[in-house]
């Protein structure tokens, strides 16, 4: 079945630091793929999205980019803020059907001033 | 539209009780998911509606569980017998089509219920 496999965390980062959270994932056909972020005490929100082959997805400074061949999608950001500091969670959904997600375990970003 | 709204937002019971919990989606979005997260996890999937009809359900929902979408609007997520493994906190998301994204779908979380099984 579809699955994803992201780094464990915690990731601790000083501020202006490169970021970067592996994703790789194994789906039948070309799903979707996506980027969740939970902030402390809060909801689920998607944060970029890509649904293609060789598409970046964009947000807030982040990017991931659809990599089919190496079955990838790693978030990255030049330069993290402490307010970055959250759960991000890599995902992807199948192409028609009913979309359900299947979620990583969770990646815990921290970052210090 | 507010977004998806979860009610309650906490809940402890005590184990051998039955809860039942309430998910008001995105008033055009004709899908609905409900999910549950334990600590340290990612969401797991529980069910899926298309308007009224409930199309999947996983593994992971036992007998004790039962969701139901009334008219495709608002859905009822009902745990009998609750035994302290139901610990979880319980999302629900709505979807609707994205234009023009070749057949990609939009998600909205709600906040979550947080069931404690004491």
């Known amino acids: 079945g579809d699955s994803v496999t992201q780094m464990e965390g915690p990731v601790t980062l000083s501020e202006e630091a490169f970021l970067t959270i592996n994703c790789t994932y194994t789906?039948?056909?070309?799903?979707?793929l996506s980027w969740y972020v939970q902030y402390p005490g809060e909801g689920l929100q998607l944060l970029l999205k890509a649904t293609k082959a060789d598409d970046k997805g964009s947000n807030k400074g982040f990017e991931a980019t659809y990599r089919k061949e190496t079955t990838s999608f790693h978030l990255e950001k030049g330069s993290v803020q402490v307010s970055d500091s959250a759960v991000y969670f890599c995902a992807l959904s199948g192409v028609g059907g009913y979309q359900k997600v299947t979620f990583g375990t969770g990646t815990k970003l921290q970052v210090i001033p | 539209d507010t977004g998806v709204s979860q009610n309650p937002r906490h809940k402890i019971t005590k184990r051998g009780q039955n809860v039942t919990f309430r998910c008001d989606p995105i008033?055009?979005?004709?899908?609905l998911y409900w999910y549950r997260q334990t600590l340290g996890q990612g969401p797991e999937f529980l069910t899926y509606?298309?308007?009224?009809?409930?199309?999947?359900k996983s593994r992971l929902l036992s007998d004790r569980f039962s969701a139901e979408r009334p008219k495709g609007s608002f859905s009822t997520l009902e745990i009998q017998r609750t035994e302290q493994g139901d610990s979880a906190m319980y999302l629900c998301?709505?979807?609707?089509?994205?234009?023009?994204?070749?057949?990609?779908?939009?998600?909205?979380f709600g906040s979550g219920t947080r069931l404690t099984v004491v």
């Open positions: 008033s055009e979005h004709n899908r």
């Open positions: 509606f298309q308007n009224e009809a409930q199309l999947e």
């Open positions: 998301a709505s979807s609707s089509k994205l234009t023009g994204t070749g057949g990609a779908y939009g998600y909205t």
């Open positions: 789906a039948t056909g070309y799903p979707s």
